[in-house]
C-alpha cells in the first residue's frame, strides 16, 4: 500500500483517481486548491487537506507530513487564474515562474516537478490507475463519419499536432478545412463555444496530446460536459487521440451522441 498524494484541479478527474487508487489497496490524501477543487472530493479520500493557489511551500510542508513520496496532477486548472492571483503567491512559487523561459503549462509543470523531487516527492503517471478510461482506435458511436467529417478530420490533426507541440492547447475546430477555432488560454469547451458563434453548424473538434506527452501532466480529457459543448455549438463530429486521452462519462456521453446523432471517432 502506497500514500498517493492527489494534487486536485476542478472536475471530476481527481474523484476518479482517488477511487481507483483505493480499489488498488492505496491510501488516497486529497491536496485540493481553495476556490477550485470540488469539495466533493473530500468524502472520496482517506484525508484532505487545503491550500491557497500558488502556496507551493504549504504543499510540500502537507505532503511531507503526511509521509507523501508519490503525487498525481489531475484536474483543471486554467492559467488565467496565475495572472490575476500572482500577487498572492508564495516566494517559492515566484521563484518557480520567474526562472522559466516561458509560462507553457509544461514548463511550470515541469519546473514543479523537478523541485518537489529535491523533497524526494515524485510526480507518476495516473494512466495505470485509469486504463478503463484511456479509449483504444476506432468509431465508438453508432453514426459513423461522414466522407466531409473524415476529411476534415485528417487536416485538423496536422493542426492540433503543431497546436499541442507548441503547448498552446489541445484543441482545433474545422470546417470545410477552415480552422474555425483553436483552444488557449480560455480552455476546450470555451474554443467550442466560439466556434458555434462563428460557424454556425457542422465543425468538427479534435483533440490530441502533445506529440511527445509526458503523461504525468496535463492530459487531454474528454467528460459530458465537452460533449455537451460540441452539441449545443452545432459541432457534428468529434476525434480523440487513442492511448493518450482520458475518456470519461462514456455510458452517458454514447447515449447522448448517439441520441443527437454526434460521430465520435478515436484515431
Known amino acids: 500500500m502506497a500514500n498517493i498524494g492527489i494534487v486536485a484541479g476542478a472536475g471530476r478527474l481527481p474523484i476518479i483517481f482517488a477511487e481507483a487508487a483505493k480499489a488498488r489497496g492505496d491510501k488516497a490524501i486529497g491536496i485540493g486548491i481553495k476556490g477550485i477543487t470540488s469539495t466533493e472530493i473530500e468524502s472520496h479520500v482517506d484525508k484532505f487537506v487545503w491550500f491557497e493557489l500558488g502556496a507551493f511551500q504549504k504543499m510540500i510542508f502537507a505532503l511531507v507530513s503526511n509521509r507523501i513520496n508519490k503525487i498525481v496532477l489531475l484536474g483543471k486548472l486554467r492559467k488565467d487564474l496565475f495572472f490575476r492571483n500572482a500577487e498572492g503567491f508564495d516566494e517559492d512559487t515566484k521563484k518557480i515562474l520567474s526562472k522559466l523561459n ?49 476529411v476534415d478530420i485528417d487536416y485538423a490533426k496536422k493542426i492540433v499536432g503543431e497546436l499541442a507541440r507548441l503547448d498552446i492547447g489541445q484543441t482545433v475546430i474545422v470546417k470545410n ?26 465543425f468538427v473538434v479534435v ?36 492511448n493518450k486521452t482520458l475518456l470519461i462519462d462514456r455510458k452517458e456521453i454514447l447515449e447522448l451522441a448517439d441520441e443527437k446523432g454526434l460521430a465520435i471517432t478515436v484515431v
Do not use: C
Not at 107 to 132: C, H, M, Q, R, W
Open 177 to 202: 478545412k477552415t480552422v474555425i477555432a483553436i483552444e488557449a488560454i480560455e480552455g476546450t469547451d470555451e474554443a467550442i463555444a466560439r466556434a458555434g458563434v462563428l460557424s454556425k453548424r457542422g
Open 207 to 242: 483533440k490530441a496530446a502533445r506529440p511527445h506527452q509526458d503523461m504525468r501532466f496535463d492530459i487531454p480529457l474528454v467528460g459530458l460536459e465537452t460533449i455537451e459543448a460540441i452539441i449545443k455549438s452545432g459541432g457534428t463530429a468529434l476525434a480523440i487521440e487513442a
Open 102 to 150: 516561458d509560462n507553457k503549462d509544461y514548463s511550470i509543470l515541469n519546473k514543479a516537478a523537478e523541485l518537489l523531487g529535491k523533497f524526494g516527492i515524485e510526480v507518476i503517471d495516473p494512466t495505470p490507475y485509469l486504463k478503463e478510461y484511456v479509449p483504444s482506435e476506432g468509431v465508438i458511436t453508432r453514426r459513423p463519419l461522414s466522407k466531409e467529417e473524415s
